[in-house]
């Protein structure tokens, strides 16, 4: 699927939000506080997804050359569980070999238990102080008779979410701006993505399915910057 792994990288890279460790709870709550923290598969589905993460991240920095680049590890790990819900035989294997569980480090269970795993993982995430967040799959409504009973009550129960069926065929750009606009929303990124999609190249008539993630992290600096600091400099010592 290498259409879909480039359309993943593109979401997360706009995001710049890094994930956050299963045990570092919300809002200033102990661990003790947090009923999911200590369950065995979420654990297991925390470290598998850093795993995931780093990988990712090595790879798109050694084929972007130096650039700067911030990934969305929670949302892009969210959401090859969702492709994963609608996945069969060999596809399903492949997203859980190479994503879910890379290497198969974690052990991780299988079909029910497993999305119920990532839509506690994804609790856990949600309540995160200062963390906005969101994840969808837009299909094209030609394909809406045909959508499983199965995937979409899974989507619902394991993601809180639903396909919302757009018309691409028929009026690709006015689908694109809805997806802008959903990405853009107080709930998912604070207003802080904008053009998620920047032109009709990205979603033409042409278009079946689109995941889309969203995220925004608005926190105070540790340790605030000083007025009068001086520039920022790179590390060859550029001014920023």
Request: aromatic share 8%; net charge negative.
């Amino acid at each position: 699927m290498p259409g879909l792994w480039s359309l993943l990288v593109v979401l997360t890279a706009s995001c710049g939000v890094t994930e956050p460790d299963v045990g570092a709870h919300a809002r200033g709550k102990a661990e003790s506080d947090c009923e999911l923290c200590g369950d065995e598969t979420v654990v297991k589905l925390a470290a598998a997804s850093r795993r995931y993460a780093l990988d990712l991240y090595r790879a798109v920095a050694a084929e972007q050359g130096g650039v700067n680049l911030a990934l969305a590890p929670a949302a892009l790990y969210q959401g090859w569980g969702m492709l994963h819900l609608a996945a069969r035989d060999g596809t399903a294997d492949e997203i859980g070999q190479h994503v879910l569980d890379p290497g198969g480090e974690q052990d991780l269970p299988e079909g029910e238990a497993l999305h119920q795993g990532l839509a506690k993982l994804g609790r856990v995430w949600a309540e995160l102080e200062g963390l906005s967040w969101g994840r969808r799959l837009f299909v094209d409504e030609r394909f809406e008779d045909h959508a499983s009973k199965d995937f979409v009550e899974g989507l619902e129960t394991a993601f809180d979410s639903s396909p919302e069926w757009l018309d691409f065929s028929g009026d690709a750009e006015a689908q694109r701006e809805a997806i802008n606009a959903w990405a853009a929303g107080d709930e998912r990124s604070a207003g802080k993505v904008k053009g998620l999609y920047p032109d009709d190249e990205t979603i033409n008539d042409e278009t079946t399915v689109v995941l889309a993630s969203a995220m925004a992290l608005g926190l105070p600096w540790a340790e605030p910057f000083a007025a009068g600091t001086g520039p920022f400099r790179q590390a060859d010592g550029k001014q920023a």
